[in-house]
């Protein structure tokens, strides 16, 4: 019996170039933020940090909605500024009924797509067989991603695909 141990794939350090325009703080350094993981053309917000520059949250994060009650005075308005450039990462969380080959189906989906997918959780539960699957996703074009929704909600049994906010509930 031979077992092949394979090795976590290193997350990719560079995703490009973040292209967040910052109102009047030219040169600032930005970043998205992990916990909610903003991608054009979602609704943002910034959020200026100790030492670390702006941090960008989607507008409907809770981190962001903490931070509007706490520390309003640290705010700050930005914009995506032109077209994106890098790769960003997008979780995506599938229910569907489960079935015999539910999960290569949807992997199917993903191949054709050209998605990397950088991480996956899948459990199904109840006496109604519901498969709950979450995928942390790479992808070059944010454009691209309802083309991938559309594509995911039409595979068989699937009832409901939608964007998650990464490592829980959304």
Known sequence: L???ILQPRRKR???GTVRVHVEGLDGM????SRCCTPVPPDEIMGFVT???GVSVHRSDCANAVSLMADQADRLIDVDWDGNPEGRFVVSVEIKALDRPRLLL???GVLADNH?????????TSGADR???????????DPSHLEVLLRSLREVDSVY??????PGGGD
């Open 2 to 4: 031979a077992v092949e």
């Open 13 to 15: 350090s560079d995703t």
């Open 29 to 32: 350094m930005v970043k998205l």
């Open 50 to 52: 100790r030492g670390r």
């Open 105 to 107: 189906d949807v992997f």
């Open 115 to 123: 998605v990397n997918v950088m991480a996956t959780s899948t459990a």
């Open 130 to 140: 519901v498969a709950t699957m979450r995928f942390e996703i790479e992808i070059g």
């Open 160 to 165: 409901d695909v939608h964007r998650a906010v």
